[in-house]
């Protein structure tokens, strides 16, 4: 068994977006490291983040 967590935030204001993910949380909380297959670790935990903006005429 392989825990994966990740963790979302959103937010959006009139015609902006703003997002932030955290990835693979679990090496964070436990100190076992996980393989998806022999010789082939799980990525580490990786932060993704990302705007939308429309803009008008």
Do not use: M
């Not at 967590?5 to 949380?25: G, I, P, S």
């Amino acid at each position: 068994w392989q825990p994966l967590v990740d963790a979302f935030f959103t937010f959006k204001v009139k015609k902006f977006r703003f997002f932030l993910r955290v990835e693979n949380l679990a090496p964070l909380l436990t100190t076992r490291y996980y393989y998806l297959a022999a010789g082939y670790p799980i990525a580490q935990t990786g932060v993704r983040f990302g705007l939308s903006w429309q803009f008008v005429d």
